[in-house]
């Protein structure tokens, strides 16, 4: 009997394990294809048959998935009337996973991108300002320390982390708890930028002075001096996602009117030969 117990409960285990990762097969397909448009504002989604048998899954990953969305305020989910795609404006645009999936496809929304720049020039000048203003010993010794592992960086990967480090570091400094509030959603602002911005030429190492001027004026206690670098550093970003969206811009025109050309060239080469 014992032996039996155990067989069931096997399964029931490596259910639980599974389940987690069913619900987020789910909830990640569906978020970017609403992100992406392909579920437009306004349509509703599948029925919960139709999403089981697409996804092969139970009723129960079905629903966790769209709860999850709706909490994320991407649907709306009313008994007797489906679950439908809400407006962008109702979306938790600094929510980790919604602005990975607007941003994480093929090209990624410039216009979000520069929204989001928008935000951080609106919090991080006046955190830089507070940090020069409050920071303590121990705070600063974090602000240098991301500062050199910047400067030291020899990948990708550490470089991003470091700056990361360095960014919220100022915030932590501030010492403002509501400030501080804001601290997950620049942690999910700065992954969704520098995931972007590494693409550009120069964007880390160009950039490295102007940050290394705002750990400065914070050190020295410069209220103005740490405002000013932050925009600095703010604006230097900016230009270089604006610049490569106009550059990308420019590729997808050229792209499209070759192949326009060859279109052209291969209906007269069709009428030649038909000649």
């Known amino acids: 009997m014992r032996s039996g117990a155990a067989e069931v409960a096997r399964p029931r285990t490596a259910d639980r394990r599974i389940k987690p990762r069913r619900i987020r097969s789910v909830l990640t397909t569906l978020g970017r294809e609403i992100a992406q448009d392909l579920i437009p504002v306004g349509t509703a989604l599948p029925p919960e048959p139709d999403l089981e048998a697409r996804f092969g899954v139970g009723r129960g990953v079905v629903r966790e998935a769209v709860k999850t969305l709706a909490a994320k305020g991407m649907v709306s ?115 969704t930028v520098f995931d972007v911005a590494v693409g550009s030429v120069g964007w880390f190492k160009d950039n490295l002075p102007n940050h290394a001027a705002a750990a400065r004026a914070i050190e020295s206690g410069n209220a103005e001096k740490a405002r000013i670098a932050m925009e600095r550093v703010l604006d230097y970003t900016k230009l270089k996602l604006s610049n490569r969206r106009t550059t990308i ?26 000649k």
């Open 77 to 191: 989910v009313r008994p007797r009337h489906g679950t439908h795609v809400l407006p962008r404006a109702e979306w938790s645009l600094l929510d980790r996973d919604v602005l990975s999936w607007l941003v994480g496809q093929k090209e990624p929304d410039r216009d979000l991108l520069l929204a989001i720049q928008e935000v951080r020039s609106i919090i991080e000048p006046a955190a830089a300002a507070l940090a020069a203003e409050r920071a303590t010993k121990n705070d600063r010794w974090r602000i240098n320390t991301a500062l050199a592992a910047m400067e030291t960086a020899q990948d990708e990967a550490s470089a991003i982390a470091a700056d990361k480090a360095f960014h919220l570091a100022i915030l932590d400094a501030t010492h403002n708890p509501v400030l501080q509030g804001f601290r997950s959603a620049i942690d999910t602002i700065l992954n």
């Open 249 to 274: 811009a420019a590729a997808e025109r050229r792209s499209a009117a070759g192949t326009s050309k060859k279109r052209i060239a291969g209906n007269k080469a069709g009428l030649k030969r038909r």
